[in-house]
Nanobody, 110 residues
Framework: QVQLVESGGGLVQPGGSLRLSCASSGMIFNMGWYRQVPGKTREWVGTYGSGGITNYSDSVKGRFTNSRDTAKNTVYLQMNNLKPDDTAVYYC???????WGQGTQVTVSS
C-alpha cells in the first residue's frame, strides 16, 4: 500500500499563495487533488497525469498549477490568487485507488 503525506496548508490572506505537497512512498503515476468543506461533498480540484498532462476545475483554472518532482515522488499544487471560497481541507489521491493523503487545511481569510 502506498502512503501519501501532505503538507503546506495554512492561513493566508486573500490574494496570497500557498504550495501544497503530496509525498508518496511509491512511484506516482496519476495524482488527483480534491478539497472538502464541512457539510459538503468532496470536490475535485485538479489532476496531474502521465506525461505531465494537467487538468483543473473551472473554479481554480488559471490560479492553481500542478507539478511533480519525480526524484522525490512528490506532487505539488501551487495555489495563487487565493480566495475565501478556496478555504477547505485539501487532499491528494492516486487516481484509480483509494489511497488518500491525510488532508491539509487551507484557510483564506483577512
Amino acid at each position: 500500500q502506498v502512503q501519501l503525506v501532505e503538507s503546506g496548508g495554512g492561513l493566508v490572506q486573500p490574494g496570497g499563495s500557498l504550495r501544497l505537497s503530496c509525498a508518496s512512498s511509491g512511484m506516482i503515476f496519476n495524482m488527483g487533488w480534491y478539497r472538502q468543506v464541512p457539510g459538503k461533498t468532496r470536490e475535485w480540484v485538479g489532476t496531474y497525469g502521465s506525461g505531465g498532462i494537467t487538468n483543473y476545475s473551472d473554479s481554480v483554472k488559471g490560479r492553481f498549477t500542478n507539478s511533480r518532482d519525480t526524484a522525490k515522488n512528490t506532487v505539488y499544487l501551487q495555489m495563487n490568487n487565493l480566495k475565501p471560497d478556496d478555504t477547505a481541507v485539501y487532499y491528494c489521491r492516486i487516481l484509480g485507488t483509494n489511497w488518500w493523503g491525510q488532508g491539509t487545511q487551507v484557510t483564506v481569510s483577512s
